[in-house]
């Protein structure tokens, strides 16, 4: 399960270890044409998903999907 994390803040290696623990987990951020701060995050095979939106304006958008057993 991913801990709730400030995705839009400076991290480094220690504090966000575990996002990427096992075989086939996915990172993935990127900055858009328009100026969006987006953060993609798919482990166990991608049964758990969290992707998350920071706007121009400082609004961030979280997504989380859990697909059941």
Same mark, same amino acid.
């Given at each position: 399960? #991913? +801990?709730? %994390?400030? #995705?839009?803040?400076?991290?480094?290696?220690?504090?966000? /270890? $575990? #996002?990427? /623990?096992?075989? $086939? &987990?996915? %990172?993935?951020? !990127?900055?858009?044409? /328009?100026? !969006?701060? =987006? =953060?993609? #995050?798919? +482990? &166990?095979? $991608?049964? %758990?998903?969290? /992707?998350?939106?920071?706007?121009?304006? $400082?609004?961030?958008?979280?997504?989380? =999907?859990?697909?059941?057993?």
């Amino acid at each position: 399960m #991913i +801990k709730p %994390l400030n #995705i839009f803040k400076k991290n480094n290696v220690t504090n966000v /270890s $575990g #996002i990427l /623990s096992e075989p $086939g &987990d996915k %990172l993935e951020a !990127r900055v858009t044409n /328009s100026n !969006r701060k =987006v =953060v993609k #995050i798919q +482990k &166990d095979n $991608g049964n %758990l998903k969290y /992707s998350a939106t920071q706007y121009p304006n $400082g609004t961030v958008v979280e997504t989380k =999907v859990t697909k059941k057993k």
